[in-house]
């Protein structure tokens, strides 16, 4: 049974930061894509970052600079990090972590109808 589970969210001042995990039960990340979304409330789902299973790192030009993803260095096949710098009040939202099916082939890394598995999401304040 997979299950991820997120955490690091809250509310925080804009010029702040937050770190976000994704801890993943029944699943690691070394053979599938992990993506991070978020959502905005009144407005669709919309990726930030993901990174393949060789690493490679694909950011929203939202984010470019400022969020960092990363595998966990104490436990990098089950946890995943977003280090959030220089936070806009835009970045408020639900932020959730989606992962793919073992080698899947991705067709659209930010499509959402690509991941099988999603976390319950963590709600990220900026004011």
């Known amino acids: 049974h997979v299950q991820l589970v997120e955490s690091g969210g809250g509310s925080v001042q804009a010029g702040g930061s937050l770190r976000l995990s994704c801890k993943a039960y029944?699943?690691?990340?070394?053979?599938?894509?992990m993506t991070w979304f978020r959502q905005a409330q009144g407005k669709e789902r919309e990726g930030v970052v993901t990174i393949d299973q060789y690493g490679v790192t694909t950011y929203a030009d939202f984010v470019q600079g400022r969020f960092s993803i990363s595998k966990d260095v104490a436990d990098p096949d089950t946890t995943l990090t977003l280090q959030m710098n220089s936070l806009k009040p835009e970045d408020t939202g639900i932020y959730y972590c989606?992962?793919?099916?073992?080698?899947?082939?991705?067709?659209?890394?930010?499509?959402?109808?690509?991941?099988?598995?999603w976390g319950q999401g963590t709600q990220v304040t900026v004011s």
């Open positions: 989606a992962g793919s099916l073992e080698w899947q082939v991705i067709h659209s890394i930010w499509g959402s109808n690509e991941y099988a598995y």
């Open positions: 029944g699943y690691t990340y070394n053979r599938q894509r």
